[in-house]
């Protein structure tokens, strides 16, 4: 194993029944544990997700509404999700951008304490996208010399994430094997919410990083426009956006 770890590393991957993190849920999830000596676990789960899936998520998925009726709720899996993932860093294919997000809003949903903050987060697309821009079938192909039989399966998908960072790691030697080093290498900016709608300057301080206020700092804007926290509270943001915003108002103003 090339990776160098301390602690146990969580490879997860998921489908949902949309796209848009702040709205759509987890229908399926799978999620891949390295530990440091090297023995792995694996987690897979359906989830009803208390909404209909959209038509073109199950035209990718081949997940459909009736083949999670009796499945659990993601409000009944957090319990052992906690148990599997306890004392985990997080992995994935697009995590960064997607998978971790939403995975935040679910524990959020359901008012279950998952600390993120303590975590160490490793985005392989990054990586792949860095270092070659390609697709995770391309880089199962690239660097495996494999075809990704089952692509879209959650199982397959993420057991082809964890064999490319090794395959990423045995073939780039600047890369470090260590999940501080690849942490800070797979992400592509400093992100104060995940999703980069809040990020830090080079000063360190959370800035708007879209719409009219793209560019100012936090502080600035809820001082100077203080409607805009009402606007976005009730808005279509990620419920983990609305944290990080309502904890710098609090931090600034008091209130």
Excluded at 44 to 71: C, F, H, Q, W
Excluded at 198 to 212: C, R, W
Aim: net charge negative; charged share 30%.
């Amino acid at each position: 194993m090339n990776l160098k770890l301390n602690k146990p590393l969580a490879f997860f991957f998921f489908f949902s029944t949309g796209v848009n993190t702040a709205k759509y849920r987890i229908v399926e999830i799978s999620i891949l544990k390295i530990l440091p000596d090297g023995t792995k676990e694996t987690y897979t789960k359906r989830v009803n997700p208390e909404m209909p899936i959209l038509k073109e998520s199950s035209e990718i998925n081949g997940i459909y509404d009736k083949d999670i009726a009796d499945a659990p709720t993601f409000k009944q899996i957090a319990p052992e999700l906690l148990v599997f993932l306890k004392n985990c860093d997080l992995a994935g294919y697009n995590s960064n951008k997607f998978d971790i997000p939403v995975l935040v809003e679910e524990f959020l949903r359901v008012e279950v304490d998952f600390d993120f903050e303590s975590r160490k987060f490793i985005d392989v697309q990054n990586i792949f996208h860095k270092m070659e821009q390609r697709t995770l079938v391309a880089a199962y192909k690239f660097y495996c010399d494999k075809s990704l039989e089952n692509a879209h399966s959650a199982e397959a998908d993420i057991k082809a994430t964890y064999e490319v960072l090794e395959a990423q790691l045995e073939k780039y030697n600047d890369l470090e094997p260590s999940v501080d080093y690849l942490e800070k290498f797979s992400k592509m900016h400093d992100s104060a919410d995940l999703m980069g709608r809040i990020v830090f300057n080079k000063d360190g301080q959370e800035v708007f990083n879209f719409g009219k206020h793209k560019g100012k700092t936090v502080a600035e804007v809820l001082k100077k426009d203080p409607s805009y926290y009402s606007w976005m509270m009730n808005g279509d943001f990620p419920l983990y956006t609305k944290k990080v915003l309502t904890a710098i108002r609090l931090r600034e103003f008091g209130k």
